[in-house]
């Protein structure tokens, strides 16, 4: 099993839908999450960083983190045909190992 | 600049060659790390350097392939005999501390012929 489960995907939404990506993880150490766009051919770009459960809101992006079910969500509001890219989900524990961990990362195409 | 610099973007090489990839942290980032993308892929942890510690070299995938940091800054990832299977993009991230945001470079497309 995986440190870290992300569905590949793909997934296909119409422009202005509310997008949910989600990761489950096993390592109850994790304590830092983040979120990264990277458009193809071109390297990941830091979207969210949070290190405490609940919500935290950029614009039209909502993190969310639930420690206690292992689970961490990115809700991308009023989607555009920009936000088309592959969405990886990073996390990373306090303690021992501290590499970032990575989802396999989910492909997310908006069609206009 | 402002971000973390990686050359060459592009290289091709023969089976067999030893390469280098190079990678320039954001200045002040005393963490940086080494990740593996293959066509299609997650990211897969290779090295990660943190200050004067020793590096966690939990991922490097075979004795082909090593990395350092000189000075603090600047990293070079060389793989020798390289084989057809290490072709990917090869990505650097830094950040300020270990608990802090990575930032990622724009990757080395590694092609071995």
């Known amino acids: 099993q995986k440190e870290v489960e992300q569905d590949p995907g793909p997934l296909s939404v119409p422009e202005g839908a509310i997008v949910s990506l989600n990761c489950t993880y096993s390592?109850?150490?994790?304590?830092?999450f983040m979120w990264y766009r990277q458009y193809s051919r071109k390297g990941p770009e830091l979207l969210m960083y949070?290190?405490?459960?609940g919500n935290k809101e950029d614009g039209r992006f909502t993190a969310q983190v639930d420690k206690s079910s292992k689970y961490i969500s990115l809700f991308i509001r009023d989607s555009q045909p920009s936000d088309s890219a592959t969405y990886l989900c990073a996390m990373r524990d306090i303690q021992g190992a501290q590499k970032l961990v990575f989802g396999q990362g989910t492909r997310l195409t908006i069609n206009p | 600049g402002a971000g973390v610099s990686q050359s060459p973007s592009n290289k091709v090489t023969e089976k067999g060659k030893d390469v280098e990839l190079r990678c320039d942290p954001i200045?002040?980032?005393?963490?940086l790390y080494w990740y593996r993308q293959s066509l299609g892929q997650g990211l897969e942890f290779l090295i990660y350097f943190q200050g004067n510690s020793a590096p966690d070299k939990s991922g490097l995938p075979s004795d082909r392939f090593s990395a350092e940091r000189t000075g603090g800054s600047v990293s070079t990832l060389t793989i020798q005999r390289t084989q057809q299977e290490d072709s990917a993009v090869y990505l650097c991230?830094?950040?300020?501390?270990?608990?802090?945001?990575?930032?990622f470079g724009q990757g080395t497309r590694l092609t071995v012929v």
């Open positions: 390592n109850s150490a994790f304590q830092y």
């Open positions: 991230a830094s950040s300020f501390g270990w608990n802090t945001e990575a930032f």
């Open positions: 200045s002040g980032h005393t963490a």
């Open positions: 949070t290190y405490s459960s």
